[in-house]
Structures are given as C-alpha cells and as structure tokens.
Nanobody
Framework: QVQLVESGGGLVQAGGSLRLSCAAS????????MGWFRQAPGKEREFVAS???????????NYATSVKGRFTIYRDNAKNTVYLQMNSLKPEDTAVYYC??????????????????WGRGTQVTVSS
C-alpha cells in the first residue's frame, strides 16, 4: 500500500508561482511512474503531468497542453518525493491537485484509471 501526501498548495495571484510536493511512503518509489491531476469545482478530474520511473536518473515527462511550458514535474527518488513547479499561474489553474502513483504501469499514463494510489489533494487558488 502506497501512501501519498501532497503539500504546497495555497492562494496566489495570477502570474505567480507555487511548488507542490508529494511524499510517498513506499521505498520502491523510484520504480514506477507518478502523475499529477487536478479537479476544479463542477468539472471532472483532468491530467496535468506525469513522470516516468527512473533508471540512472533519466526521466521522461508528459504534460497536458494547457500547462506545457508553465509547469514542470520532477522527482527526487532519494526523498521519495515528486514535485510540480507551477509558474505563470492563471485563474483557470484553480483546482484541487492530486498526486498519484502507477506501480502497475511502465509508461507515463495520462488516464487516471492507470493510477492505483492517490493522495488526498491540495487546494490551489489563483486570484485574478
């Protein structure tokens, strides 16, 4: 059972930055892909970014079109943590952000159904 705990959310003005963190309890964290999703009020959960498992510290990443060039996902396997650096934030980025783990996958899934474990989420609010 993998436990995921997100942190780093908050209130920020448009154009600002936040960094989200997701700490995993599992020691084999480096062996599987991780992802970030978000859900705005009244909307379905949507894919934000994902990162591959790592071999020799070589990672592959994938981003939703809406965040590409503004958000960066990266991981520190020594700390069992994955991050989401969010820059140039917009009001439409307002949502609860969830971290997820996909131990059963070998790719960088964009489908939430491919993820087996989820954190409880952290609120990000961007004011205009």
């Amino acid at each position: 059972q993998v436990q995921l705990v997100e942190s780093g959310g908050g209130l920020v003005q448009a154009g600002g930055s936040l960094r989200l963190s997701c700490a995993a309890s599992e020691r084999t964290f480096s062996n599987y892909p991780m992802g970030w999703f978000r859900q705005a009020p009244g909307k379905e959960r949507e894919f934000v970014a994902s990162i591959s498992w790592s071999a020799r510290n070589i990672f592959y990443t994938n981003y939703a079109t809406s965040v590409k060039g503004r958000f960066t996902i990266y991981r520190d396997n020594a700390k069992n943590t994955v991050y989401l650096q969010m820059n140039s934030l917009k009001p439409e980025d307002t949502a609860v952000y969830y971290c997820a783990a996909a131990p059963s996958s070998t790719t960088m899934p964009t489908d939430s159904g491919a993820y087996d474990y989820w954190g409880r989420g952290t609120q990000v609010t961007v004011s205009s």
